[in-house]
């Protein structure tokens, strides 16, 4: 027999008694009237007794009870939703901790999350930071142990080692300066400017890197002589040196790459399109992320830190928008982003 059934009998019995004694002070009541009186106050007490026990009080109870067992045994994941009843105080309580529970278990799931990616991070850093100092190593002890006599392999090995240790200097640099904007170190200077002047300085750096490959690095036919946007040159510099730079990387040889824009009510949509190698769609929403490769092996031939477009991302964020891609799978890819757009000529040009 349960708790509340229990007490639900005793109160019901006391209820009763105490009724048919105050009742049997008057001589007009009969015995039977008595007992009739004490079977009536005990079935009407126990069922209403029963009634509050078992559903208002240890009911929720049980279920506080039971709740606590969880928290005990971490299995904060299986918690049910829990509907609110001002009538009842114990549901309130059970409510309460049930919303504390799930606070603490949203925390809980945040850290695990932070905790993956930073061991992920590390260990990506690590193996990054590990590539051009093992090659640069490997260079100077070669030369040490006696090919520094030879003039050419000396230069030739020297010019290596270099080429490592600038790799390593870009790769720390991307890291420093990913680590500013997420930070708010980096504060985005806000002004009117002409993009489209800005985009013909960053395909003019990177006319000669096209020009090995055979690749034709062009506006599109409908772009205006002016595009006035409002944000941040230098950063937004830094967004299109990174997106030309990869459209020129992993487009073949004898392409193009062409820069355009689309100009709406309010905002300037800016975008890079290439005919490269495209991206498949299992691997477009991670292209973001830190270190990130489609294709590790052949992106690490030619070159790159892995967080060039993790940088993007931050840029534009920070500039309320967002890098949108569109890509067919061997057939090439399209990066755009927008930019508010300027009512009025620039501030001054770049």
């Known amino acids: 027999m349960n708790s509340s059934r229990v007490i639900a009998l005793l109160l019901a019995a006391c209820i009763a008694a105490v009724t048919t004694a105050f009742l049997s002070l008057f001589d007009e009541v009969t015995f039977t009237a008595l007992i009739v009186t004490f079977l009536i106050s005990f079935s009407a007490s126990y069922l209403l007794g029963f009634m509050i026990l078992e559903f208002l009080i240890f009911r929720e109870i049980n279920k506080i009870y039971q709740l606590f067992e969880k928290l005990r045994k971490k299995e904060l994941k299986v918690l049910d939703d829990q509907k609110s009843n001002p009538l009842n105080p114990l549901k309130r309580i059970n409510e309460e901790i049930f919303s504390y529970a799930a606070l603490k278990q949203k925390e809980i799931d945040e850290l695990k999350k932070m905790e993956a990616f930073r061991r992920e991070f590390i260990a990506d850093v690590s193996h990054e930071l590990k590539t051009p100092i093992f090659a640069a190593q490997g260079f100077v002890h070669t030369l040490l142990d006696g ?32 680590s500013q904007i997420e930070t708010g170190e980096i504060k985005m200077h806000l ?3 002409d993009i489209k002047n800005l985009a013909e300085d960053v395909l003019d750096q990177f006319e000669n890197k096209a020009e090995r490959k055979n690749i034709t690095l062009s506006f599109a036919k409908d772009t205006p002589d002016q595009v ?6 230098q950063r937004i510099n830094q967004v299109l040196n990174n997106l030309i730079s990869n459209a020129i990387k992993y487009s073949p040889e004898d392409s193009a790459v062409e820069l355009g824009f689309r100009v709406l009510k309010n905002d300037v ?5 290439d005919n490269g190698e495209g991206i498949p769609s299992d691997d477009v ?14 992106s690490r031939e030619k070159g790159g830190t892995g967080l060039g477009l993790a940088i993007v991302k931050h840029i534009l964020e920070e500039h309320k928008s967002k890098i949108e891609v569109k890509s067919t799978y061997g057939k090439g ?6 930019l508010a757009k300027g009512q009025s000529e620039p501030l001054f040009q770049k």
């Open 191 to 193: 002004e009117y400017f």
């Open 228 to 233: 006035i946007v409002h944000g941040d040159w």
């Open 147 to 178: 090919a520094v006599k030879d003039k050419s392999v000396r230069t030739k090995f020297l010019k290596r080692a270099a080429k490592s240790l600038d790799g390593l200097d870009m790769l720390v640099q991307d890291l420093l300066t990913l």
């Open 285 to 298: 929403k991670r292209i973001f992320e830190r270190f990130y490769r489609v294709d590790k092996s052949r």
């Open 333 to 338: 890819s399209e990066f755009s982003f927008k």
């Open 269 to 273: 949509v800016t975008y890079v399109k």
